[in-house]
């Protein structure tokens, strides 16, 4: 058994019905969850889940008392979803105390670095020259970690993780595998119908708890920084490009893409795919839909959308045809309607 | 010389007109074959690409026997696109099984892992605890395999991949550089304005025949299991989020994004860049096109779209203008309908 | 100091104003420019920046000579923005001028590699067998350079790249962390249902002069290459699928998709996330805006687009309701403007 219902109870609070001295082997969801599993109601929309559920252990709300009492255990708080989240943590947490801090002698540490003593480095990482890998850092097989970058306390890097040159991230960050932090900005002067390529002298700085999903792509600035504030979420394959600031708590599903010098605000969200053209501005509290593009600033906060609706190919294909129409057919109503008027 | 026309046609059947022991060096598009080269034709749009070339042997439908019997060899068979897949199949195993079986001296492999002999492990690849490796499997160079993963029968990895702990695919698979199998799926719990990290606890589960692209991320579930079922094809730079369930012999193009808790069927495609919301069902043999985004459940079997036509820029303007009216413009029509019928 | 203000003209040209012995430490833009700093003044819509900035030496045009003379320092060019191109590409090459050529004593060198004394090849990097590495060229840690590939002189392959068996690579290209060059186009044969697997026998060619973005994938072709001819710049997370060919000096914003056998011209620019469909042609000088479809040829030069316009929410939903019904719609206006003329 990996915790009882009181260790649980005991680390992350809330009221405990039952039996604390269950056993719980695994964190489960409803409907798959057994008599030594525990799981939680997130919202009253899965209650017929919840009854129909073998979980020994349920996190509900103080109102759903009397299910609790039905049930070999039960954890009351006011926010089950957010006390999964925290279980969690703590669930992982305890597994991960068992590994043990030190650097794999397959690693190669380059000249000044500066390393913490209870940080774990993986087979075949690289961290070059004058790095700083602070307290209780993880970092996985095969991460390349770059001259002078920082890597705040508690963060960590996945497998296959490129970490730019000195790029920095805060406290307590997560970067998944493949991800790129700091390759260069796509800049390019236009000479004689050629390109010249301007080199990006800038750097990334990301916060504290800031996630990085895997492959995504965080590019270094020009010459000034590309920066994301504290609690930057950001999900799979999603392109931020150069200069671009995005401010505390705004997150992002996968392969959104936010164009050079977009500077966006605190507490946005991006639906996936959504696109962000360059050198505009996203103000706090704005939300975009998934797979809407952005081409101008949007200040005021909202929800705002922008995407061609799905129908059966034979329906799409007449209605596309008459919008590339549509400014005439405008033209031919505003003509009916002064024939009419007249 | 790789192989005769002989050998060709004792691997993988047909009637052979011609010449049998005619050497060749190369398979190659009609169009630039040459006398030693074995080409095909797919469809008969490519009739005169078959008269301009240079091919000495080709693979043919019965129907061109006559065609046949103009070359120095050829091969009849009722679908010669298929054949030609075989034959690329047999003609790489061929350059395969040359190359030896064995763990490179610089590969990382971990307490308790089951490797089969018949294995061939690469450079620098990390395999962690516990891992199962199964027959005549291939890892390239850089591939991290994580703890207790399970790899099939003749699967393949290629060179730095990231195929994480505890998820499994089946026999005969294929995951190309830089996919990344099993990262964590993009869950948060808000709180107070901030995100709450949800560790996730699932797998990915891969069938049999599953092909991974390129730079394609598949994430692990948050409980229960991300699934591909058998003959899921995906192409490069693909999101699959967690908890996302696909049948058997779906394709899905490059940049297609999946969120999470999709339930897609058997027997599906998806362009290029298609999109799919989460928590949504989509049924078996559904189509959707390239660029659309599928909004809500599509149960039908069908093709469906929804892209924005394409236009040179002054016409867009206009009608895309005109289009954020679209909705007052059916309301004036519809006036105008009425003050008529009075 | 990395430079003075005649150390820079001596290299780049330009008529000096003020202070030559000017020390510079950094280029920088100029709101954050320093009195050591140098700078550049790309547009005038940027003048009033310039009279804010603390910046020591600027770049400037001839006209702005008063402007000019007001500083510690300036230097006179025509075209300031191409000036400060090439500024960054001396500053950063000084820098490189002092790393050592040599192969990292990780690195792993296959058999009759042709390796030239003057490249510098970082920690873990596999080259297989046979291929060729040219004059001056950079490799970083954990790439794999697949058996047979050719690197010309003076590219530069970051860390973590996948460049892949046979493939090649003209002179003075740079291949970003986590590119794939050469894995294996999305190609199957329908078979009763499932999909038979075509094993990609062509290569990837890229020209002289060709930048790859972060995580951006290139195909390599199903019997014939797939072509990037001299000069193509492609941003990060790129898809370019098999036996594309796209001319010379084409460049193309992140999250861009190329669907197989589609021919691009020279001298287009395609905006973020637009996607091309397979098998169709793109004429030369053709411009394609972000998050635009191309479903079709085209041609003609000019600028395209084809892009939902975004709305807040509400307005989105009615707009886009009302758009399944617009060949309807026109129809109904027919209708009426037939009553209407009888």
Known sequence: MHASVADVAAALGGEVLGDPSLGLHRIASLHSADAHSISFLAQN???AQLHASQAGCVILRPEHRELAQQRAAAILTPDPYLYYARLTQWWVQRQRAQQPAGVHPTAHIG??????????????????????????????????????AVLGAHTRLAARVSFGEHCRVGARGMIHSGAVIGADGFG????????????????????????????????????????????????NLIQIAHNVHIGAHTAMAGCVGVAGSARIGKHCTFGGAAMILGHLEIGDHV??????????????????????????????????????????LRARLRALEKKFAS
């Open 111 to 148: 000249q000044g670095v500066q390393l913490h003593p209870s940080a774990r480095i993986g087979a075949f990482v690289v961290i070059e020259e004058g790095a700083h890998i602070g307290e209780g850092v993880v970092i996985g097989p095969h991460t390349v970690v770059g001259t002078r």
């Open 45 to 47: 929309k899965f209650l």
């Open 287 to 328: 939300h975009i839909s998934a797979a809407s593009v952005v081409m101008s600033s949007i200040i005021k906060p909202g929800q705002y959308s922008g995407v061609f609706p799905i129908d059966d190919n034979g329906a799409w294909e007449k209605n596309a045809a008459t919008l590339r129409q549509l400014h005439t």
């Open 188 to 235: 390019f002067a236009p000479q004689a119908g050629a390109w010249t390529r301007i080199e990006q002298l800038g750097a990334v700085r990301l916060g504290d708890d800031v996630d990085i999903g895997a492959n995504t792509c965080v590019d270094r600035g020009a010459l000034d920084d590309t920066v994301l504030e504290d609690g930057v979420k950001l999900d």
